[in-house]
T-cell receptor
């Protein structure tokens, strides 16, 4: 159980276009989902926390108008990279929180490799 | 600001030996700490969670310790196998609300030689 999927697994786009990445919890409902970005040989950097039915909370330094997050249902959150540029090329990973008492365990998707030309 | 440090150098060990990975944190008092494994080009996979009132946690060949005085967690893999080769990430976290988010360490690359 606790499977999280992402789509697409990789995408190549031209500079200036927008790209949407989907994150789905397949066998559980996730009230909270998280979006991370990971550059080569670096750790995961949290971009934003997405709560179903409300606005996402962005980490300091992350542009909310550039990285649009929508969490319309308990099983789906989307991240849209608007007007993508080469510096946005990265590995984007989502996770969904599975509450265990007052602590939480996160299950991660397989990631989406974005390459902006 | 919160800082989480893991062995920056890759850890190379021989198959069958015990691998020990270190996670140190500063300016932080996490209620629990999680360890994840990440393979190249893949998302992290949850391994173990240890709470602040637990000194040690075991799961098969894995053992995690949590010393809140030293602000350190150690992650051990006994009888290591080449299949254990991966990057291991530690992630301290708080109790709830806005502190539910995970902040990951830099990760340690483990290479188990056959």
């Amino acid at each position: 159980g606790a499977v999280v999927s992402q789509h697409p697994s990789w995408v190549i786009c031209k500079s200036g276009t927008s790209v949407k990445i989907e994150c789905r919890s397949l066998d559980f409902q996730a009230t909270t989902m998280f979006w991370y970005r990971q550059f080569p040989k670096q750790s995961l950097m949290l971009m934003a926390t997405s709560n179903e039915g409300s606005k996402a909370t962005y980490e300091q330094g992350v542009e909310k108008d550039k990285f649009l997050i929508n969490h319309a249902s308990l099983t789906l959150s989307t991240l849209t990279v608007t007007s993508a540029h080469p510096e946005d090329s990265s590995f984007y990973i989502c996770s969904a929180r599975l509450a265990v008492g007052s602590y939480n365990e996160q299950f991660f998707g397989p990631g989406t490799r974005l390459t902006v030309l | 600001s919160q800082k989480i440090e893991q062995n920056s150098e890759a850890l190379n060990i021989q198959e069958g030996k015990t691998a020990t990975l270190t996670c140190n944190y500063t300016n932080y008092s996490p209620a629990y700490l999680q360890w994840y494994r990440q393979d190249p080009g893949r998302g992290p996979v949850f391994l173990l969670l240890i709470r602040e009132n637990e000194k040690e946690k075991r799961k098969e060949r894995l053992k995690v310790t949590f010393d809140t005085t030293l602000k350190q967690s150690l992650f051990h893999i006994t009888a290591s196998q080449p299949a254990d080769s991966a990057t291991y990430l530690c992630a301290p976290s708080g109790r709830g609300g806005a502190t539910n988010k995970l902040i990951f360490g830099t990760g340690t690359l483990l290479a188990v030689q056959p």
